[in-house]
C-alpha cells in the first residue's frame, strides 16, 4: 500500500484546509485510516481516524469539532477537513493505513505510511 498526503500550506488562523490522501492497491477501501501529525520538537500526535466503511471515526480532544475525516472508497483516498485552524495546529501531516478495517489512535497499530504534507497557520 502506497499512501501520498496532499493539500498542506500556509493559512491564516481561523482559516480551513483539506488534506487528501490518495492510496494505491486494490485493499484501500477494506482497510482502516488515520491521520497523525508531528510539530516541530515534539512527538508525532493522533489526530483522527476512520474504519473502513466511514461509520466510526474518532478524534483527538484537541481537534474535536474543527476537524472530520472522511473517505471515499471510489476514489481511493480519505480526508481530513480542517476548520477554525491555530497556531499549534502547525505541523507535518501524515496519513498513514494499517493492516485491519478497524480505525485506532495509536501509531503503532498502522503499517503503512505517507510522506506528509505540511500545514503552517499563521497567527
Known amino acids: 500500500v502506497q499512501l501520498q498526503a496532499s493539500g498542506g500550506g500556509l493559512v491564516q488562523a481561523g482559516g480551513s484546509l483539506r488534506l487528501s490522501c490518495a492510496a494505491s492497491?486494490?485493499?484501500?477501501?477494506?482497510?482502516?485510516m488515520g491521520w497523525f501529525r508531528q510539530a516541530p520538537g515534539k512527538e508525532r500526535e493522533f489526530v483522527a481516524s476512520?474504519?473502513?466503511?466511514?461509520?466510526?471515526?474518532y478524534y483527538a480532544d484537541s481537534v474535536k469539532g474543527r476537524f472530520t475525516i472522511s473517505r471515499d472508497n471510489a476514489k481511493n483516498t480519505v480526508y481530513l477537513q480542517m476548520s477554525s485552524l491555530k497556531p499549534e495546529d502547525t505541523a507535518v501531516y501524515y496519513c498513514?493505513?494499517?493492516?485491519?478495517?478497524?480505525?485506532?489512535?495509536?501509531?503503532?497499530?498502522?503499517?503503512?505510511w505517507g510522506q506528509g504534507t505540511l500545514v503552517t497557520v499563521s497567527s
Open positions: 492497491g486494490r485493499t484501500f477501501s477494506a482497510r482502516g
Open positions: 498513514a493505513a494499517p493492516k485491519s478495517s478497524n480505525a485506532y489512535n495509536a501509531d503503532r497499530l498502522y503499517n503503512y
Open positions: 476512520i474504519n473502513w466503511d466511514g461509520r466510526i471515526t
